[in-house]
């Protein structure tokens, strides 16, 4: 005969799902604020979207390249002063341990009077606008541009992510737990939206009982409405918008910024690393990897290599390794599939779904999210022994 073992109780103010920029932001600032909170993750803290962003503190500038500012601009517009304090150790958490890859980007143009005119208009449409850079000041990486090219500098700091994970994961050990999805969770539903969450292991199951469930999974999400039912999933809905992005590496200089034409989206955004072996990564995003989901892989390569070669004639990139990453991005669904201007919050009960849009963006999620808390904390801390989850590699070090 076998003995029903009954599961352990927990009570905490928020239980979040996800380890992600956005869970990992809010959990910080909720403990802070004397809320009591857990946070699941499946595998790695970051996996997915989070690591797979270009770690820009975008301040708007990316979003006013056809000159006109928009509510995506005003959103973001305040994000690079946000970040810089929790850099400094004096903001709404501590990084002050994370690694600050550049303090600026650039933009440069390609050398057509179109790209130009769209240079001047970012810089002219922008509250903190860029500054044109003398030929002699260029950054190594377009130093040997011709004089056809304007180079601006933008005050958007651009941030290691995996160091930004371990920043505030590390002083928040205690309230992560390695959960492994979909057979180490269970959501038992309510009037209210969600009774509790039974979480298990090998050998061990324990019951959350959470006044708020936060759903901060990115992608994930989806998995959690379908649990939930229709109910709710028509209620809630998410959009995914794929990218298709390039890991350049080789004998490069470092280089961050976009290189714009006359679209509103930058040609290429670079963003640079070294690896252990002390080669430059270059981390390719922007149009190329929007236009190259409908690429596979060596189409993807080659169509890089191309417009490297044509934007940046000047960058020697024929010894380099290409590889090439999809990235799943998922959004709160918009009208016509679009970006959101912001993040997208929605509650159902007491369940709670985010999705912060973008990197830069995880402030102001969090702050919607603890919006949607009750105003005071009701439990205490828990102190639970269980598995942790590490942080993520970045994509190109990953099979």
């Avoid at 029903?4 to 799902?17: T, Y």
């Avoid at 969770?185 to 061990?204: E, F, K, M, P």
């Avoid at 963003?271 to 002390?278: E, I, K, L, Q, V």
Wanted: proline share 7%; net charge positive; charged share 20%.
């Amino acid at each position: 005969m076998v003995a029903f073992v009954q599961p352990e109780r927990i009570e905490v103010d928020a239980l979040i799902f996800g380890g992600g920029i956005c869970a990992l932001w809010t959990l910080a600032r909720l403990r802070r604020e004397g809320y009591s909170a857990l946070a699941l993750e499946a595998s790695a803290l970051g996996n997915g979207q989070t690591v797979a962003s270009q770690g820009i503190i975008h301040g708007g500038v990316k979003y006013a390249l056809g000159g006109l500012i928009g509510d995506a601009s005003r959103a973001i517009s305040r994000m690079p002063e946000i970040w810089s304090a929790c850099l400094a150790g004096r903001g709404e958490i501590d990084l002050s341990s994370a690694r600050v890859l550049s303090d600026a980007c650039y933009l440069w143009t390609t050398p057509r009077i179109g790209a130009r005119l769209a240079g001047v208009a970012a810089s002219r449409a922008i509250r903190a606008a860029p500054r044109r850079v003398a030929p002699q000041d260029h950054p190594p990486a377009l130093r040997d541009a011709p004089r056809s090219v304007d180079v601006y500098r933008v005050g958007e700091p651009v941030l290691d992510v995996p160091s930004v994970l371990h920043a505030i994961a590390d002083r928040h050990q205690s309230a992560l737990m390695r959960v492994r999805f979909p057979d180490g969770v269970r959501l038992r539903r309510s009037a209210d939206g969600i009774d509790h969450a039974t979480i298990r292991d090998a050998d061990r199951e324990v019951e959350i009982h959470a006044r708020r469930y936060l759903f901060c999974a990115g992608a994930g999400n989806a998995d959690y409405l379908a649990r939930l039912g229709s109910a709710v999933a028509s209620f809630v809905r998410m959009q995914r918008r794929p990218l298709h992005m390039v890991a350049m590496i080789g004998d490069l200089p470092m280089l961050y910024g976009h290189a714009i034409g006359p679209s509103t989206t930058p040609l290429l955004t670079i963003t640079s690393t070294r690896n252990a072996a002390g080669a430059t990564i270059w981390w390719i995003g922007g149009g190329l990897a929007e236009e190259g989901v409908h690429r596979d892989g060596s189409e993807q390569a080659e169509a890089a290599r191309l417009q490297v070669a044509t934007l940046m004639p000047w960058v020697q990139t024929e010894d380099t390794v290409v590889r090439t990453v999809r990235v799943d991005r998922a959004e709160g669904a918009q009208a016509g599939g679009v970006r959101p201007n912001g993040p997208v919050v929605q509650r159902v009960g007491n369940a709670v779904f985010c999705w912060p849009t973008k990197l830069a963006l995880a402030p102001q999620a969090a702050s919607m999210l603890i919006k949607e808390m009750p105003e005071t904390p009701a439990h205490a801390q828990p102190m639970i022994a269980w598995e942790r989850p590490p942080v993520a590699r970045p994509p190109w070090e990953q099979d």
